[in-house]
């Protein structure tokens, strides 16, 4: 059941509460999970899953800045990301590509990734910890956090790890599909992104069941 809070009650970065407590319980395997790419007009879907480890001391203060990726500059995240994977006990990311969005809809695409990202693991995580909603079809407990890559630190790590994957992934792209700005704008839709659909139509990377260009 996805928790209520107060909106005031968010923290001015992540902590390790929800984490705690599940650690006290037993559990030393508490996986956050998050995903990039969800609102963009062209490339994958990208989840990652971050386990952080239950026995470091001042964990927090190691990532400290560690926040919703779309808070942190490009610098940021690609520090927090090398120090991220530096502690962390595990970590796997999943893909969704183009053509699986457009057949399956956003919203399936998006629980089909993060179990594909699960699977990644070299152990399975005792308890999940979600950004916003939950998985269906899984024995494994889960807490889904509304605001979650705000409030907790394993999703909020999660939130990087997919955000950094996906633009290394959307520059490389650009290679391969040059004129659509994606080593810049990542496949969201920015006004040059725009100007380039209308000028080059779109590429086997993009979205057909987005609207792409606004009609």
């Known amino acids: 059941m996805r928790q209520k809070f107060d909106p005031r009650d ?9 984490e705690r407590d599940l ?13 990039a790419g969800r609102g963009a007009l062209a490339g994958p879907l990208c989840a990652a899953v971050v386990v952080l480890p239950s026995g470091v001391t001042n964990l927090e203060g190691l990532l400290r800045g560690v926040r919703d990726s779309k808070q942190m500059s490009a610098r940021e995240r ?9 502690l962390a006990v595990d970590i796997a990311v999943g893909w969704c590509g183009p053509e699986e969005i ?6 399936k695409a998006g629980k089909l990734v993060f179990q594909r990202a699960l699977q990644g693991l070299s152990a399975a995580p005792e308890h999940l910890l979600i950004d916003y909603f939950a998985l269906p079809g899984l024995t494994i407990g889960q807490t889904p956090l509304v605001k979650g890559d705000q409030r907790c630190l394993s999703i909020a790590c999660a939130s990087v790890i997919a955000k950094t994957t996906r633009d ?11 004129g659509y700005g ?18 080059l139509g779109p590429c086997p990377l993009h979205r057909k069941s987005f609207r792409l260009l606004g009609e």
Do not use: C, S
């Open 182 to 199: 994606f080593e810049e704008n990542k496949g969201y839709g920015t006004w040059q992104h725009r100007q380039a659909l209308l000028a």
């Open 78 to 86: 690609e520090k927090a990301a090398g120090a991220i994977r530096e």
């Open 23 to 35: 650690w006290q319980a037993g559990k030393a395997l508490v996986a956050g999970l998050d995903e």
């Open 10 to 18: 968010i923290p001015p970065f992540p902590t390790l509460q929800f």
């Open 168 to 178: 290394a992934l959307m520059r490389g792209a650009a290679l391969n599909h040059p």
């Open 102 to 107: 457009d057949e399956l809809g956003m919203g």
